[in-house]
Every structure is written in C-alpha cells, then in structure tokens.
Nanobody, 124 residues
Framework: QVQLVESGGGLVQAGGSLRLSCAASGRTFSSYHMGWFRQAPGKEREFVSA????????YYADSVKGRFTISRDNAKATVYLQMNKVEPEDTAVYYC?????????????????WGQGTRVTVSS
C-alpha cells in the first residue's frame, strides 16, 4: 500500500514555471511506476506524464512534451513534475498516481493509488 500527497500547486502567470511534488509513504516506493494526470473543470481526467520504477523511461502527453519534465528521487520517495512555459490550458487539478504492475502508462485505470490532487491555475 502506498499513500500519495501532492504539493506545489498554485497561481502562475502564463510563460512561468511551477514544480509539483508527490511524496509517497511506504518503503516500496522504488517498485512503483508513477504518473501525473490532470482534470480541468468540466473535462475528463487526462494523462500528463509518467515514469517507470527506475526512472529510465518517461512518457509525456503531446500537449506538454518539451515543456514539462517528470523525475523521481527514490531515496526521498518523491516524484516531481517540472512545468515550464505554462499556458492557460494547463489550468487543472493535478493528480499523482502509482502502480506496481502497469500495462498502459497513459490510462488512469492502470493506476491503483491516487493522491488528493493539487490545483494549478495559469493566468493569461
């Protein structure tokens, strides 16, 4: 079992940067594949980025590729999402998710554990 707590959300101007963190409890964090998803008002939850257990493989939605970077520190049991050149369209609640076994990094249903989310608002 792993518990996830996101932080780092807030209000940022378009073109600015923000770093989200997701701290995990438990001693088996390094075994989990991790993902970031987001949900804007009135829209479905969508994939943003993911990283495999070792950090060797990363995945990005086309809409954030080249602007966002996912990383993890297994010693600190934390995964990060560095958001650069943010756009108003990035406004959403961002969720961290974890999975021990995963078949498709892009699907929310592949992840068993979820955090409560952190809100990101990008002003134009």
């Amino acid at each position: 079992q792993v518990q996830l707590v996101e932080s780092g959300g807030g209000l940022v101007q378009a073109g600015g940067s923000l770093r989200l963190s997701c701290a995990a409890s438990g001693r088996t964090f390094s075994s989990y594949h991790m993902g970031w998803f987001r949900q804007a008002p009135g829209k479905e939850r969508e994939f943003v980025s993911a990283i495999n257990w070792s950090g060797d493989n990363t995945y990005y939605a086309d809409s954030v590729k080249g602007r966002f970077t996912i990383s993890r520190d297994n010693a600190k049991a934390t995964v990060y999402l560095q958001m650069n050149k943010v756009e108003p369209e990035d406004t959403a609640v961002y969720y961290c998710a974890a999975a021990l076994l995963i078949s498709d990094y892009y699907l929310p249903g592949s992840y068993r554990h979820w955090g409560q989310g952190t809100r990101v608002t990008v002003s134009s």
